[in-house]
């Protein structure tokens, strides 16, 4: 079994910055895509960034020249680097990965529990 776990969630002003972790733990033979996903009350659930095993990145339109997304491949681990929040960033944010199993054939799809963050004065 595969388990992502998110950090770095909280409370934040407006204007101000948040850190989100991601790490990986678990069996598997490797991580593909490392992504961040949220979902605010009422709406579905949107890509914020996505990054692949070569550091090609992707951001959505609405956090580009705000959030960087970034992994360390040693550690597992995928990060989501937020500055000038805003309170429409509010959302719970979770990590999704793809990954190659043991004996499974072509990528599973693993989510994370989600971490809340709150823009907020």
């Known amino acids: 079994q595969v388990q992502l776990v998110e950090s770095g969630g909280g409370l934040v002003q407006p204007g101000g910055s948040l850190r989100l972790s991601c790490a990986a733990s678990?069996?598997?033979?490797?991580?593909?895509?490392m992504d961040w996903y949220r979902q605010a009350p009422g709406k579905q659930r949107e890509l914020v960034a996505a990054?692949?095993?070569?550091?090609?990145?992707n951001y959505a339109d609405s956090v580009k020249g705000r959030f960087t997304v970034s992994r360390d491949n040693a550690k597992n681990t995928a990060f989501l680097e937020m500055n000038s929040l805003k309170p429409e960033d509010t959302a719970v944010y979770y990590c999704?990965?793809?990954?190659?199993?043991?004996?499974?054939?072509?990528?599973?799809?693993?989510w994370g529990q989600g971490t809340q963050v709150t823009v907020s004065s």
């Open positions: 990054i692949t095993s070569g550091g090609s990145t």
């Open positions: 678990g069996t598997f033979v490797s991580i593909n895509s």
């Open positions: 999704h990965e793809h990954v190659f199993l043991p004996r499974v054939v072509g990528l599973s799809s693993i």
